[in-house]
């Protein structure tokens, strides 16, 4: 076949366009078959476990147990935490009483019918003038408080070292136990007696590096582990209160870049302190410190003057969000429609806008709520939330089996419940994502804005 020359130039012009040489992209068709979904962030305080403000109350040797009214009435405050400091100066050369075992018992159980965790202590005064007791009765009393640790790790968040001098603090003693032997053997006491997934904080960056010799950050290999070291973390007594805070640092560069990794996997909490040789910390200054460290928790009652600095400066309430872990929802690509028996893929982007990640384990899950009669099937996910660290985007793609789901429409949730059996259905101990929309205070789960079609 033969073609003149004005059938040719035709041809070189329509295989020129439909190759896309006209200087732009080709439109890719519409996938219908996926939903992209873009999720709106929510600027709302949320009240998520074993983070955020939290009040210290304290109570001496066979005191008043925790009031069930004031613990009810800490979610009007977006309270989920306490620290609850023990005294034990009546017990300095004696094994606990029947009647301050009773105490502790007694103050768990109030904790776990409230919905709340604590930040626990131990200490034997509350006085630098006063004793505190040998190593041999603090090894005795952890022995004896074992069985009530094991028993209530569930609603144990955290555990500050304490035992050591006045408060606890780790500083003034009339029993020789502030050397590195005798600090040692109280650490190691701790992780003894305490249930291996729950941690440990110690009073500065400098002790856990002599207790365990070393001074490089732990990483991730270590970190998410329950190794000793992986489970000991700082609190700060003295946060922002002077050059040093108080002596908590020694070089202070370089043991805050020390704790800003560690931070990663260790939780660093505390509270302020009224300050000497710095002012009052702005709002900048206690963001960018918060940020650095990591804060997870800080003292609701003290110091006083610095708390209100920051309400009157309008930045309390953005602590308020930002203390420990807030994660939310970026976007998400699921297929509208799947087959019975086959496999779902999970493809969503999360981010953790809070100051410091999540350290405890949590079991999480992918639920489908069917649209017809509300019956749910749970799939475990495997990912770990811990993983989430704050200012990244976190790529959740997972697949999951549909086996035993059977064909209907439904609703897709995410949730991320506590991984104690005895709270795992608790809605006060399930991780509210900071998303508007998607919460189900009625479940403790999270929507994901998704209709899913099981032919």
Same mark, same amino acid.
């Given at each position: 076949?033969?073609?003149?020359?004005?059938?040719?130039?035709?041809?070189?012009?329509?295989?020129?366009?439909?190759?896309?040489?006209?200087?732009?992209?080709?439109?890719?068709?519409?996938?219908?078959?996926?939903?992209?979904?873009?999720?709106?962030?929510?600027?709302?305080?949320?009240?998520?476990?074993?983070?955020?403000?939290?009040?210290?109350?304290?109570?001496?040797?066979?005191?008043?147990?925790?009031?069930?009214?004031?613990?009810?009435?800490?979610?009007?405050?977006?309270?989920?935490?306490?620290?609850?400091?023990?005294?034990?100066?009546? @017990?300095?050369?004696?094994?606990?009483?029947?009647?301050?075992?009773?105490?502790?018992?007694?103050?768990?159980?109030?904790?776990?019918?409230?919905?709340?965790?604590?930040?626990?202590?131990?200490?034997?005064?509350?006085?630098?003038?006063?004793?505190?007791?040998?190593?041999?009765?603090?090894?005795?009393?952890?022995?004896?408080?074992?069985?009530?640790?094991?028993?209530?790790?569930?609603?144990?968040? @955290?555990?500050?070292?304490?035992?050591?001098?006045?408060?606890?603090?780790?500083?003034?003693?009339?029993?020789?136990?502030?050397?590195?032997?005798?600090?040692?053997?109280?650490?190691?006491?701790?992780?003894?007696?305490?249930?291996?997934?729950?941690?440990?904080?110690?009073?500065?960056?400098?002790?856990?590096?002599?207790?365990?010799?070393?001074?490089?950050?732990?990483?991730?290999?270590?970190?998410?582990?329950?190794?000793?070291?992986?489970?000991?973390?700082?609190?700060?007594?003295?946060?922002?209160?002077?050059?040093?805070?108080?002596?908590?640092?020694?070089?202070?560069?370089?043991?805050?870049?020390?704790?800003?990794?560690?931070?990663?996997?260790?939780?660093?909490?505390?509270?302020?302190?009224?300050?000497?040789?710095?002012?009052?910390?702005?709002?900048?200054?206690?963001?960018?410190?918060?940020?650095?460290?990591?804060?997870?928790?800080?003292?609701?009652?003290?110091?006083?003057?610095?708390?209100?600095?920051?309400?009157?400066?309008?930045?309390?309430?953005?602590?308020?969000?930002?203390?420990?872990?807030?994660?939310?929802?970026?976007?998400?690509?699921?297929?509208?429609?799947?087959?019975?028996?086959?496999?779902?893929?999970?493809?969503?982007?999360?981010?953790?806008?809070? @100051?410091?990640?999540?350290?405890?384990?949590?079991?999480?899950?992918?639920?489908?709520?069917?649209?017809?009669?509300?019956?749910?099937?749970?799939?475990?996910?495997?990912?770990?939330?811990?993983?989430?660290?704050?200012?990244?985007?976190?790529?959740?793609?997972?697949?999951?089996?549909?086996?035993?789901?059977?064909?209907?429409?439904?609703?897709?949730?995410?949730?991320?419940?506590?991984?104690?059996?005895?709270?795992?259905?608790?809605?006060?101990?399930?991780?509210?994502?900071?998303?508007?929309?998607?919460?189900?205070?009625?479940?403790?789960?999270?929507?994901?804005?998704?209709?899913?079609?099981?032919?």
């Amino acid at each position: 076949m033969k073609y003149n020359l004005i059938t040719l130039f035709f041809l070189s012009a329509i295989i020129s366009c439909s190759s896309g040489d006209n200087g732009e992209d080709p439109i890719d068709p519409i996938d219908d078959t996926v939903n992209n979904i873009t999720y709106d962030a929510s600027s709302e305080v949320i009240s998520n476990p074993e983070r955020g403000f939290m009040h210290l109350w304290s109570v001496t040797s066979e005191g008043s147990p925790l009031n069930l009214t004031t613990l009810q009435n800490l979610k009007n405050e977006n309270v989920t935490i306490i620290n609850r400091v023990y005294y034990l100066e009546a @017990f300095k050369d004696s094994d606990l009483s029947t009647a301050e075992l009773d105490l502790i018992s007694t103050d768990f159980e109030m904790l776990r019918t409230t919905g709340i965790k604590c930040v626990l202590r131990f200490a034997y005064n509350s006085d630098p003038n006063d004793t505190d007791a040998p190593l041999n009765i603090i090894e005795r009393h952890l022995d004896q408080l074992k069985p009530i640790f094991v028993a209530n790790a569930d609603v144990i968040a @955290f555990v500050q070292a304490g035992l050591i001098g006045s408060w606890g603090e780790w500083y003034y003693t009339t029993n020789n136990l502030t050397t590195l032997e005798n600090k040692t053997a109280v650490a190691n006491k701790l992780l003894e007696v305490f249930p291996k997934e729950i941690k440990i904080q110690v009073r500065t960056p400098l002790y856990k590096q002599e207790i365990f010799n070393y001074s490089t950050p732990i990483d991730a290999t270590v970190g998410y582990g329950t190794s000793d070291i992986a489970r000991v973390g700082f609190h700060n007594d003295c946060f922002l209160a002077s050059a040093n805070d108080y002596g908590t640092y020694q070089n202070v560069s370089a043991e805050k870049s020390y704790i800003s990794n560690e931070a990663l996997f260790v939780p660093t909490g505390g509270e302020t302190c009224p300050p000497t040789d710095v002012p009052i910390a702005s709002c900048s200054t206690a963001e960018s410190e918060m940020k650095l460290l990591k804060w997870t928790y800080l003292n609701l009652d003290y110091y006083g003057p610095v708390l209100q600095e920051w309400r009157n400066n309008n930045c309390f309430t953005d602590f308020q969000r930002k203390l420990g872990y807030r994660l939310l929802l970026k976007s998400a690509t699921l297929k509208k429609e799947a087959t019975t028996n086959s496999n779902y893929l999970l493809n969503a982007v999360l981010q953790n806008k809070g @100051f410091a990640p999540i350290y405890n384990v949590k079991n999480s899950f992918l639920v489908f709520k069917s649209v017809t009669d509300a019956t749910m099937y749970k799939k475990a996910l495997s990912f770990d939330v811990r993983r989430i660290a704050p200012n990244t985007d976190f790529e959740l793609k997972e697949s999951i089996s549909l086996s035993g789901i059977p064909a209907d429409k439904y609703e897709l949730f995410l949730k991320i419940e506590d991984s104690y059996e005895t709270l795992s259905e608790r809605v006060e101990y399930s991780i509210q994502l900071a998303n508007s929309s998607t919460w189900d205070a009625n479940t403790g789960m999270n929507k994901l804005l998704h209709t899913l079609t099981i032919n």
